[in-house]
């Protein structure tokens, strides 16, 4: 097999693969510099080195299987189309950059007229993911993964002794996937951050000490890589300064566009991920200095530093928050990915997704493993946090999780993302919204009409005329 694009990530799943026993993998770079850099540095992967598409098409035994890791975007578009001249039909182009599923979905569609196989892959797990294990999301048709199934499977993360792969799903089921879990992976991002700003500036705890009780959440029911290695970022001290790293770090964050996808995309699907959409605006909102130096004078409570009258106690209500916000944000993304499988016409298991997030990917968690026993008791089950597992720890959690929102609006320490989760963990459960009063305003402005409680039928009422109420066409 082949690997196209020898950066970080492309060295490193090259490496990977070749580490398997019986592999041998050719590699190419446009760059050839690198390439021999890579092949010099690791002499025991025992890579075969090219230096075109057509020496690397001659390297590979067929069904040909090539994996790309290039920048998304041009750049992969640039080496399907020399693949696809070198190949022949039969063989596998898998794109294994993060591309956006709507370009996997054209791709794959002008890729199949040559009888080539290709294959959109999500691959999580960072550049260490790669070399060890990332957790991988294929898409692609059912006949390259027969040849790409043991491939990967040998390549991916483990967990509890199952490989973290799976065939996702059709054309750009695999992108799709690594999309929202991106999606995910802010909101969780987020949420942890949020967590760690309540409690410094509520108990007053320094970086090192709320390292500790990180480390602490790690070993329950957070248990998680996020949660791990947010203890040790917080524990960093910087060599320079001798200040706690994370008090020397410009708060601005940065982000690649794969959360707003995951947004964008799931507001052309209707699916409120509104967990997901906070995390993302929230690192916009911190990386726009301008305004927020104009801002620093609005009016706002005084800030107040280690209010909480208890701090065990604050920290456990925090922690409760945490989880809650959590599952709503987990419940959420399911949600776009479901909507996504309806949309696209994709069968997407959604316990087997979670399954393999268990290992390899950065929001590894035990808890996932709650969420393939939530759709394997109920593989159609409409609502995530309504498994009877996830209505247990949200009632546990939702009087604390309440407080903590009341603080932070009471305190103006910000929590878009806790309060934002609250809001629809709320709205879920209502019993009626005010969606009937939006209802009633769209028929007085634009006769947008509107169905009535208590009988069939669509209605009007002559809002400019005499305001009673006539049956109209249903034009929503
Ligand atoms: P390079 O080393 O020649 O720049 C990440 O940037 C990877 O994508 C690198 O391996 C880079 O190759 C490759 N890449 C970027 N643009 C490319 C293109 N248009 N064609 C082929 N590879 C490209």
Redesign the pocket.
């Known amino acids: 097999m082949g690997v196209v ?3 970080v990530m ?1 060295s490193n799943l090259a490496r990977n693969l070749a580490s398997r026993e019986g592999n041998t993998v050719a590699v190419y ?3 050839t510099a ?1 390439t021999d850099e890579l092949v010099a540095e690791h002499p025991e992967a025992g890579f075969v080195a090219t230096d075109s598409y057509v020496t690397f098409a001659q390297a590979l035994t067929r069904p040909r299987t090539a994996i790309i ?3 998304a975007g ?2 992969t578009d ?2 399907i189309d020399e693949l696809v001249h070198v190949f022949e039909p039969g063989d596998i182009i898998v794109d294994g950059g993060n591309s956006l599923f709507t370009d996997t979905i054209r791709r794959e569609k002008a890729v199949r007229e040559t009888g080539i196989n290709f294959v959109g892959m999500g691959v999580s797990g960072g550049e260490e993911g790669a070399l060890l294990g990332p957790s991988l999301m294929p898409g692609g048709s059912d006949e390259s993964w027969v040849t790409l199934g043991p491939i990967l499977r040998s390549i991916a993360a483990v967990a509890e002794g199952e490989p973290c792969v799976t065939h996702i799903g059709h054309d750009g089921a695999g992108h799709f996937v690594k999309m929202v879990h991106n999606g995910i992976e802010y909101a969780d991002m987020q949420l942890i951050a949020e967590a760690y700003d309540l409690i410094r500036r509520g108990t007053g705890k320094t970086p090192a000490e709320i390292a500790d009780v990180f480390a602490e959440w790690n070993r329950g029911e957070l248990e998680s890589y996020l949660i791990e290695i947010t203890a040790e970022v917080l524990r960093q001290v910087d060599a320079e300064t001798g200040r706690p790293l994370v008090d020397v770090i410009l708060d601005q964050a940065g982000a690649k566009g794969t959360g707003a996808w995951t947004v964008q995309t799931a507001l052309s699907l209707g699916v409120p991920v509104s967990g997901i959409a906070e995390a993302t605006f929230a690192r916009s909102l911190s990386s726009h200095p301008e305004q927020r130096s104009v801002s620093r004078e609005l009016p706002g409570p005084d800030a107040a530093t280690a209010f909480a009258d208890d701090p065990d106690a604050f920290i456990e209500e925090v922690r409760l928050a945490l989880y809650a916000s959590k599952i709503v944000a987990y419940s959420q993304g399911f949600d776009e990915i479901r909507a996504g499988a309806a949309e696209y016409d994709w069968s997407i298991d959604l316990g087997e997704v979670a399954k393999i997030w268990r290992g390899g990917c950065i929001i590894r968690a035990q808890f996932l493993n709650r969420i393939t026993d939530a759709y394997r008791a109920e593989p159609d089950l409409p609502v995530l946090l309504t498994a009877p597992y996830f209505v247990d720890a949200l009632t546990r959690a939702q009087e604390a999780w309440r407080r903590v929102v009341t603080i932070s609006a009471q305190t103006g320490i910000p929590a878009p993302a806790f309060s934002s989760s609250l809001a629809y963990y709320d709205g879920l459960r209502a019993e009626r919204l005010p969606a009937a009063l939006i209802q009633g305003q769209r028929d007085f402005f634009g006769a947008h009409t509107y169905k009535r409680i208590d009988k069939d039928g669509t209605f009007h009422t002559l809002w400019s005329g005499d305001r009673t109420e006539i049956e109209a066409e249903d034009t929503h």
């Open positions: 694009g020898l950066a492309g770079n446009r760059t690198k890791m290039v920048k041009r750049a640039a080496v």
